[in-house]
Each structure stands twice: as C-alpha cells, then as structure tokens.
C-alpha cells in the first residue's frame, strides 16, 4: 500500500458561505465516488482557494460529510496573474493499493482546463 494523491478543482460564481459549501461537496463527492474512496484510508486533505475566496473554509464542508476523523488543512493559491479566478482546489493524500493511472483526478466548472484528466 502506498500513499499517492488524488487532485480536484472547481469554482464558484460567488465569494459565499453557501456557494463555497456546495461546490466544495459537489468536488469531493466526485472525487470520492470517482476513486471509491473510504475515509479510513485517507491521510490527509489539503483545500485551497483563490484569493478572491474566503467567506468559508472548504474543510468545512468534508467535516458536514462526515469526515470527523480525518486531518484537514486549508490555505491560499499563490496569486498568480491569470490564473483561475474564485477557485477551490483539493487534495487528498490516502492509502492504496492502486497505482497512480488508476486515481482518477476532477476538474469541473471553470477549472475544467487546468488538467486534462477526468473533467465533467
């Protein structure tokens, strides 16, 4: 078993409690059925967001999915010009047998082109 990780994005329309809660669910529930994931096996989660973002933390929103018992952390992108605005970023460390072509990596919304992995 090794520990890799696993990489998702998406935006919002609004630097809001509420916009940031859904659509940080909405990421992480992709990346959680996408890579049959069981928080048992996760080590640790890291969310970003853009500057322009901080009416909420994203964490906050694995802990209303019941992720109690996993270490989270939350930080700010480096604001580089031209980089995707209003932007949550995640990523999950965990342990597993899979190797790395076998995770599946999510950008939706606006952050659909910053990889060409699995996109919806």
């Known amino acids: 078993m090794r520990c890799r990780g696993i990489r998702g994005a998406t ?3 609004r630097n809001t409690r509420e916009d940031i809660l859904e659509a940080t669910k ?7 059925e996408s890579n049959d994931l069981r928080s048992d096996d996760v080590a640790t989660v890291f969310f970003t ?3 322009d973002l ?3 933390f994203p964490a906050m929103a ?3 999915m ?3 018992d996993v270490s989270l952390l939350c930080g700010q992108e480096i604001p580089v010009p031209g980089s995707v605005p209003m932007c949550i970023r995640i990523l999950i460390l965990v342990n597993t047998d899979k190797t ?3 995770l599946n990596h999510v950008y939706i919304k606006g952050a659909k082109n910053l990889r060409s992995s699995v996109s919806t």
């Open 11 to 13: 935006t919002v329309e």
């Open 26 to 32: 909405e990421l992480l529930g992709m990346l959680i």
């Open 49 to 51: 967001t853009t500057s």
């Open 54 to 56: 901080n009416a909420e």
């Open 62 to 64: 694995a802990r209303q």
């Open 66 to 68: 019941g992720w109690t």
């Open 100 to 102: 790395s072509q076998e």
